[in-house]
């Protein structure tokens, strides 16, 4: 699977949209982005995921430009209930099944 | 909404015990994970479990794990002997199908430690 680079850490104010980046310079034509965040030591939670489309769901929006070689996940209204760690993953289409989760971007939403 | 649930949360084993780790997958997923993740560090893959089988493991997974469906609706993992190092949170996941386009859903974990 591609590797994908992130910040280690961002800070994002309450009520204002976090943008999260990703860079997957490697990732190949088969391949999916996903997004999960954990809470502390909570489970992974599962955001959302694209293959070259723009994708939104009730959570995020997920924006990967058009050569697929970075993606930006965007959290429209951050909450303080957001504030958690967001892992960047790409996953094969086919032959796959695990998820390789790499050290994700510490996002703190301040009051 | 279906979620994962993984029973105990929290356990203490002496080193050399046996444990087992279970899990209660969402009812109509066909895949099953593990991952685990020591304190600080990244989440790990350990096995993934489809059609009463190991469909892939990591090299974390040696002959001291081991994983099985005892019936329709549990998922567990064994660890025979434990050691120190087996400290970790524990995760279960499934998901409906595999490859691209899927999504996993984890539960919230059970934290092992080994004393």
């Known amino acids: 699977d591609a590797k994908t680079t992130q910040p280690t850490s961002m800070d994002c104010a309450e009520g204002r949209a976090a943008n999260l980046p990703c860079n997957h310079s490697t990732i190949s034509g088969n391949e999916y982005v996903y997004w999960y965040r954990q809470i502390h030591s909570q489970g992974p939670q599962y955001i959302i995921h694209g293959l070259k489309n723009n994708e939104t769901n009730e959570m995020a929006s997920l924006i990967i430009t058009e050569d697929r070689k970075s993606s930006t996940l965007i959290l429209p209204h951050a909450t303080l209930r957001d504030t958690a760690v967001y892992y960047c993953i790409v996953k094969r289409r086919v032959g796959n099944e695990k998820l390789t989760f790499g050290t994700g971007t510490r996002l703190t939403i301040i009051p | 909404e279906p979620e994962v649930t993984q029973t105990p949360s929290h356990q203490v084993t002496q080193m050399g015990q046996e444990v087992i780790l279970r899990c209660v997958p969402i009812?109509?997923?066909?895949?099953f994970y593990w991952y685990r993740q020591i304190l600080g560090q990244k989440v790990e893959f350990l096995v993934s479990f489809y059609n009463n089988e190991i469909s892939e493991k990591s090299e974390i997974f040696d002959d001291q794990f081991s994983v099985e469906r005892p019936d329709g609706s549990n998922f567990t993992l064994k660890i025979r002997s434990t050691k120190l190092e087996d400290s970790a949170m524990y995760f279960c996941a499934s998901s409906e199908r595999t490859g691209g386009g899927t999504e996993a859903f984890f539960g919230q974990g059970t934290r092992l430690t080994v004393v």
């Open positions: 009812s109509n997923h066909l895949y």
